[in-house]
C-alpha cells in the first residue's frame, strides 16, 4: 500500500511528522515491504511561489538519484523559522552537498528539468482536489488503487496511521 505525504517543506508540522512519525512508520511498515511513502509537494508554509517551487524541485530532483527522502529529512533538520526567505540556492545546494551519495553535477541538471516543476504542479492540484489547504497532509489506499485522506493524526505517534494501514490490510 501507499502513504502519500503531502508537505511544505517550511512547514514545521510536516517536519514534526517527518522527524517523529516517519521513523517509526519505516521502522515497522516500509522495511517489511507492507508500506510505501511518496513525498508530493503541496504549498502551505512557504510565503514565497518562486521559493516553494525551487526547493519543491530540489528535493524532486534529488529523487531522480533515488535520495528524496535523504534530502527532505536533511532540510527538515535545518529548517528555519518561518517567513524568512532563507531556502535560496545556497541553502538547497548545501543540503543537496550533505545528502549522502548524491551526485552533486546530476542533481543540479535534473532541478532544470521542466518535468520536476510540472510535478509540483500535479501535486498541488492533487491535494486541492482532496480539499487539502495545509500540510501536513495524507493519502493512503493500494498502491495504484484508490486511496483517500487519512484525516485524524498527531504529529509525532503512530497509532491513527498504524490504525489506516492495518485497514487497507485487512480490506
Known sequence: ???QFFADLECPE???????VMPLLIRKWVRGGELRVVYRPRKAETVWPDIF???????????????????????Y????????????????????VQTPGLEIARW????????????VMRDAQLATAHGF???????I???????????????????AFDEAIEGVLGG
Open 1 to 3: 500500500m501507499t502513504l
Open 53 to 75: 517551487r525551487k526547493q519543491e524541485v530540489a528535493a524532486l530532483a534529488a529523487g531522480e538519484q533515488g535520495k528524496t527522502w535523504q534530502y527532505v529529512d536533511l532540510f
Open 141 to 159: 489506499g493500494p498502491t495504484g488503487g484508490h486511496a483517500t485522506p487519512l484525516l485524524h493524526f498527531t504529529f509525532t505517534e503512530t497509532p
Open 77 to 96: 533538520r535545518r529548517q528555519r523559522p518561518e517567513f524568512q526567505r532563507y531556502a535560496i540556492d545556497h541553502f538547497l545546494q548545501a543540503i543537496a
Open 108 to 119: 543540479r541538471a535534473e532541478r532544470r528539468n521542466p518535468a520536476l516543476a510540472e510535478e
Open 133 to 139: 489547504r495545509f500540510t501536513p497532509a495524507f493519502l
Open 14 to 20: 510536516a517536519r514534526q511528522v517527518m522527524l517523529g
